[in-house]
């Protein structure tokens, strides 16, 4: 267990300008120095100071703060990204001032379930995390009998209601936006190739339900699982490229740089590529001839970099893209505790604002079933790395 102490109390009215404020800090220093999209992640420095300092006793008796837990892997396979997320949550802290919040980190890799039952016991009011669906499953049950909300990383929408919420990017969303931006570019007839299992009927699901939204039309869908032999299958199973106008490639960008060239060879330049935003990091995908063009939506990155370039001047290292979900995490408690009285339970309902709220990662708000709505950009590839073709909306109109 890790902590991070927060300023000095201050009065609450001032917390939400602390949040833009430290937004707009973001946003001011990715005017100053902003990274190429397409150009790798800087090499990670061996000398990199440890993410927090750890506590030599007891939580302190706190009068005039709520205790918000951090649920991540710090040890194991996991503890690299849990640990960036970590980090950005404390970092989030220190730019707004901390003022009615302590953050603790909890690990969950020798167990979730026990990091939970912990960090109710330690008075946490509040839970940001697990990362992973099942360690969600694991605490919720401890949340919910304690009342105290789970603002979840995970993505898994079997996991969220009764006081879980997922703030994890969702392939759902990003395949809508695309194929609702194809639709609109007068592509209508969609050809997909997607992975087998879990996640491959996952976003098969989303892209039907998505193409009928859209009135355009799913003419062919072809599976694989994961091997060259049986991905070219599923590109020759797809048939002549006269049949549809666009590729879906529901898969990560490794594998669209696999699939994207057979794509080509069998189709012709004729078909537009779409993907998901599980390709926003694949910075491979500009230098493959066969990607130029394709379509990807994914949520914005132009404040990333900077609070990447903020990350990596204090702790030496890049983040893992999903750290800026212990950012935005952390932004979204330190503006509802503003109203948030010491001694009584998270206001929960406040989550509920269909204004939405705003983060590192854009405009969000949570649905009816707890799961994160997102404003997405539409990316498209080019030689030089990822370029705006549609914007996301700053906000939601309804």
Not at 123 to 135: M, T, Y
């Amino acid at each position: 267990m890790t902590m991070t102490d927060g300023a000095t109390p201050r009065q609450s009215r001032g917390l939400w300008k602390k949040c833009v404020a430290a937004l707009m800090a973001i946003a001011v220093a990715g005017c100053q120095a902003v990274v190429p999209k397409s150009a790798p992640p800087p090499t990670p420095s061996t000398t990199a100071p440890p993410p927090v300092k750890k506590p030599g006793g007891p939580l302190p008796d706190d009068q005039a703060r709520h205790r918000v837990a951090v649920l991540v892997p710090l040890t194991g396979p996991n503890a690299a990204v849990g640990t960036s997320i970590g980090n950005a949550a404390n970092l989030a802290a220190l730019d707004t001032g901390g003022a009615n919040i302590r953050i603790t980190l909890y690990d969950t890799a020798p167990g979730a379930a026990a990091a939970a039952r912990r960090a109710v016991a330690e008075g946490n009011g509040l839970i940001l995390g697990p990362l992973f669906s099942e360690d969600v499953s694991a605490v919720a049950p401890i949340a919910r009998a304690a009342k105290v909300p789970v603002i979840s990383f995970s993505n898994d929408n079997a996991i969220s209601g009764d006081g879980v919420y997922l703030l994890g990017f969702s392939p759902d969303q990003s395949i809508d936006r695309v194929v609702t931006y194809a639709k609109s570019r007068g592509l209508v007839r969609i050809a997909a190739l997607v992975p087998g299992g879990a996640y491959g009927r996952r976003v098969s699901t989303a892209l039907i339900k998505s193409v009928e939204g859209a009135g355009s039309q799913v003419v062919t869908m072809q599976t694989y699982d994961r091997s060259p032999a049986a991905l070219a299958a599923a590109v020759k199973k797809l048939g002549p490229a006269s049949g549809y106008d666009a590729v879906l490639i529901a898969d990560n960008g490794r594998i669209a740089l696999q699939a994207g060239p057979l794509v080509r060879k069998a189709a012709g330049s004729a078909p537009r590529l779409l993907g998901t935003e599980l390709w926003n990091t694949e910075f491979a995908l500009s230098k493959s001839p066969a990607m130029q063009g394709a379509w990807f939506a994914s949520v914005s990155d132009t404040m990333y970099r900077s609070l990447s370039a903020k990350y990596r001047a204090q702790f030496g290292r890049p983040p893992y893209r999903l750290a800026s979900l212990g950012y935005d995490a952390v932004l979204l408690a330190v503006r509802i505790g503003a109203a948030w009285k010491i001694g009584e339970p998270f206001p929960q309902k406040a989550l509920d604002d269909k204004g939405g709220f705003a983060g590192v990662d854009g405009a969000f708000r949570f649905g009816k079933d707890g799961i994160a709505q997102r404003a997405l950009d539409v990316q498209q590839v080019g030689t030089d790395g990822f370029t705006t073709v549609s914007p996301a909306p700053r906000g939601f109109g309804d």
